[in-house]
T-cell receptor, first 113, second 115 residues
Framework: AQSVTQLGSHVSVSEGALVLLRCNYS??????LFWYVQYPNQGLQLLLK??????LVKGINGFEAEFKKSETSFHLTKPSAHMSDAAEYFC???????????FGSGTRLSIRP | DADVTQTPRNRITKTGKRIMLECSQT?????MYWYRQDPGLGLRLIYY???????NKGEISDGYSVSRQAQAKFSLSLESAIPNQTALYFC??????????????FGPGTRLTVL
């Protein structure tokens, strides 16, 4: 069965520091992978997605993620954290042609001043 | 105006009551989804619909039912609410044109509390 694992339910970094949110997937077929962000009291919005083109995917707000097949990983990074990045981040995998998505359990990102 | 709207945004109800959550979208998408979010569990799919005549169960459909009244409307019902259905519920839509790489667009959520 396909699944997504996010390492760390809570990550705290200082403003200006590197952000690294980890995601590993299990998939028997080439996956389509997503990162979504949820700001407080809002729904989820797409940050970026991997669809088998370039392995380094750039998203909104300076975030990017690299697909590494050998490590079955799709970690999310941002070189310099901003206070406005505080939110919950979800990694997700599409596991069929039916557009269904499996979400990870989420990682809450806190930014220290 | 928001592309995906949900009503109500907050609801408190009692055990055994029937409750309906509504979702409307103006994106013109054919696919619609209902999820619930629980702390530490991420989002889990309850039901999904690929067009007005197509309804499918997700991974946690027990205790829920849905109705796709029109392409733009997809409602979720709890026939007899129980406390462990207390959660944040999200509606989402996608366009079938992209296949497996469909981006889903989410509503703002409905916070449901069952006492």
């Amino acid at each position: 069965a396909q699944s997504v694992t996010q390492l760390g339910s809570h990550v705290s970094v200082s403003e200006g520091a590197l952000v690294l949110l980890r995601c590993n997937y299990s998939s028997s077929v080439p996956p389509y992978l997503f990162w979504y962000v949820q700001y407080p009291n809002q729904g989820l919005q797409l940050l970026l997605k991997y669809t088998s083109a370039a392995t380094l995917v750039k998203g909104i707000n300076g975030f990017e993620a690299e697909f590494k097949k050998s490590e079955t990983s799709f970690h999310l990074t941002k070189p310099s954290a901003h206070m406005s990045d505080a939110a919950e981040y979800f990694c997700a995998v599409s596991y069929s042609s039916a557009s269904k998505i499996i979400f990870g359990s989420g990682t809450r990102l806190s930014i220290r001043p | 105006d928001a592309d995906v709207t949900q009503t109500p945004r907050n609801r408190i109800t009692k055990t055994g009551k029937r409750i309906m959550l509504e979702c409307s979208q103006t994106k013109g998408h054919d696919r619609m989804y209902w999820y619930r979010q629980d702390p530490g569990l991420g989002l889990r799919l309850i039901y999904y619909s690929f067009d007005v005549k197509d309804i499918n169960k997700g991974e946690i459909s027990d205790g829920y039912s849905v109705s796709r009244q029109a392409q733009a409307k997809f409602s979720l019902s709890l026939e007899s609410a129980i406390p462990n259905q207390t959660a944040l519920y999200f509606c989402a839509t996608s366009d079938s044109g992209q296949g497996r790489s469909d981006t889903q667009y989410f509503g703002p959520g409905t916070r449901l509390t069952v006492l």
